[in-house]
C-alpha cells in the first residue's frame, strides 16, 4: 500500500517537529519506501521550524532523487526553503503557485488576522532562491511542475486535491 507523508504540526515546536520526523525518516527514505508522495498544508504554522528542519531537508531531497511527488499548498511552499544549502536550492527552475505576499503584507494585517508581520515572506524567499510564482492573487489557482503540485491559497484547496489524485493514481497505476 502506498503512503502520503504530511508534515505540519502548528502546536509542535522544533524539537518536536524533529523528534517526529526522526522517528520515520529511515522509513520514508528506504529503498523500498511505502511513501509515494510528501504533502505540506499551508498557514502560517509552515514557519515554526520547518523551513530550518534538516529532516524536512532530508524528506525534500529523497522526494526529488525517487521521483516523488511534494504536493504543497498556500503558505506550505515555505518547507521548500529546508531544501537549500550553500547556494544550491534544487527547486531552481521550478514554477509554483503560493499564498501572495501583498496579502500578508497588506491585508491580513490591516484586519488584524496576523499579530505582525512574519518573519520573512514565502514568495519573496522563493523567488531569491530561484523559482517563479505563477499568480499574485489567489483565485484558486494550482500547478504542477515536474513531481511538485502547488496550490495559490485554501481556495485551491478542492483543485489541489484532484490535481494530487490524478498524478497519484497515474503513478500507481504506471507502477503496476
Not at 498556500?74 to 527552475?93: I, K, M, W, Y
Not at 491580513?108 to 522563493?126: F, H, K, Q, S, T
Request: charged share 20%.
Amino acid at each position: 500500500m502506498k503512503k502520503m507523508l504530511f508534515i505540519y504540526n502548528p502546536k509542535a515546536g522544533k524539537a518536536q517537529i524533529r523528534n517526529k520526523l526522526a522517528d520515520i525518516l529511515a522509513e520514508v527514505t528506504a529503498p523500498d519506501s511505502p511513501y509515494l508522495a510528501v504533502f505540506i498544508p499551508g498557514g502560517h504554522g509552515a514557519f515554526s521550524g520547518i523551513p530550518e528542519s534538516a529532516e524536512v531537508k532530508q524528506i525534500l531531497d529523497w522526494a526529488l532523487a525517487n521521483d516523488k511527488f511534494i504536493i504543497t499548498l498556500c503558505h506550505g511552499p515555505a518547507a521548500l526553503v529546508a531544501a537549500a544549502e550553500d547556494n544550491r536550492f534544487p527547486f531552481t527552475g521550478y514554477q509554483l503557485c503560493v499564498f501572495p505576499d501583498a496579502l500578508d503584507e497588506g491585508a491580513n494585517l490591516d484586519i488584524g488576522y496576523m499579530p505582525g508581520r512574519l518573519p520573512w515572506l514565502v514568495a519573496e524567499r522563493l523567488q531569491q532562491l530561484g523559482m517563479t510564482v505563477l499568480n499574485d492573487g489567489i483565485t484558486g489557482q494550482v500547478h504542477r511542475d515536474r513531481q511538485l503540485l502547488t496550490g495559490d491559497s485554501p481556495l485551491a484547496s478542492n483543485n489541489l486535491g484532484l490535481l494530487a489524485a490524478d498524478a497519484l493514481v497515474e503513478a500507481v497505476t504506471a507502477e503496476a
